[in-house]
C-alpha cells in the first residue's frame, strides 16, 4: 500500500518561495499507471487542485497558479515536489499530495497527512 | 475556473438517505464521466469513495451510490450513520490535464 508524506517548512514569509516534497514509499513512482499530485485546502475552506506529475516528467497545473508554479518528481529519491513563487496569504493552507489511480482522471486514492504552510511575516 | 457547485450544507436523521448535487458545466461534469467523489472528517485527509462517476472505490459500503445527468452529479448516502458526518467534495476531470474540485458540502447526522 502506498505511503506518501509531505515535508517543509511550515512558515514562509510573503513574496518568498514555499517548496514541499512529497516522499512516497510502498510503490513506485515510476509506475506507469498513476500521475502524482499536489492538493490544497486554506483553513476551514474547500480543496483546490495545483497540479500533477507523471514519473516521465509531465506536468499540468492549475491555471490559476501556473505562472508561479513548479511540479518537479526525482525517481531516484521516489520523492516529487512542489514550488510555489511569491507567496501571499491566501497560499496560506494544509498542502497534500496524493496518487491518481488514472492518466489524470482520479481518484485519488492515496494521500499524504497534510502539511500545514502558513504565509506570514 | 470556478469550482463545482455543492450545497454548502445537508442533514438529515440516521437510517434517511440524503442527496449531494455538483453542478457543473458542459466544459466539465457534462462532458467528462470522470466524477469522482472524496469524504473528508475533520483533521483527515479527504478519501475517495465514488470514481467514474458511479463506481465504489475499494471497501466503501453499498450505502454509497452517485449519478450523473447532464452538467450535475448525485451522490447518495442511503441509512444515514452518524459515522457519515463529515464534507463530502465532488471533482471533475475538465481536460486537458486540469481537474476541478467542488467546494464541499458538510453533511450533518441529525
Keep these: 500500500q502506498p505511503l506518501l508524506q509531505e515535508s517543509g ?7 518568498e518561495t514555499l517548496s514541499l516534497t512529497c516522499a512516497v514509499s510502498g510503490a513506485s513512482i515510476n ?3 498513476n500521475y502524482w499530485v499536489w492538493i490544497r485546502q486554506p483553513p476551514g475552506r474547500g480543496l483546490e487542485w495545483i497540479g500533477s506529475i507523471y514519473y516521465r516528467g509531465n506536468t499540468y497545473y492549475n491555471p490559476s497558479l501556473k505562472s508561479r508554479l513548479t511540479i518537479s518528481i526525482d525517481t531516484s ?4 515536489s512542489l514550488r510555489l513563487t511569491s507567496v501571499i496569504a491566501a ?4 498542502y497534500f499530495c496524493a496518487r491518481d489511480e488514472t492518466h489524470l482522471h482520479g481518484p485519488y ?7 500545514l504552510v502558513t504565509v506570514s511575516s | 475556473q470556478s469550482a463545482l457547485t455543492q450545497p454548502a450544507s445537508v442533514s438529515g436523521s440516521p ?3 440524503i442527496t449531494i448535487s455538483c453542478t457543473g458545466t ?3 461534469v457534462g462532458a467528462y464521466d470522470y466524477v469522482c467523489w472524496y469524504q473528508q472528517h475533520p483533521g483527515k485527509a479527504p478519501k475517495a469513495i465514488i470514481y467514474a462517476v458511479t463506481t465504489k472505490a475499494s471497501g466503501i459500503s453499498n450505502r454509497f451510490s452517485a449519478s450523473k445527468s447532464g452538467n450535475t452529479a448525485s451522490l447518495t448516502i442511503s441509512g444515514l450513520q452518524a459515522e457519515d458526518e463529515a464534507d463530502y467534495y ?3 476531470y475538465t481536460g486537458p490535464g486540469l481537474m476541478l474540485f467542488g467546494g464541499g458540502t458538510k453533511v450533518t447526522v441529525l
Design chain 1, 9 to 15: 517548512p511550515g512558515l514562509v514569509k510573503p513574496s
Design chain 1, 31 to 33: 509506475n506507469s499507471n
Design chain 1, 77 to 80: 529519491k521516489s520523492q516529487f
Design chain 1, 91 to 94: 497560499d496560506t493552507a494544509v
Design chain 1, 109 to 115: 486514492a492515496y494521500w499524504g497527512q497534510g502539511a
Design chain 2, 15 to 17: 437510517g434517511q438517505s
Design chain 2, 26 to 28: 458542459s466544459s466539465d
Design chain 2, 90 to 92: 465532488c471533482s471533475s
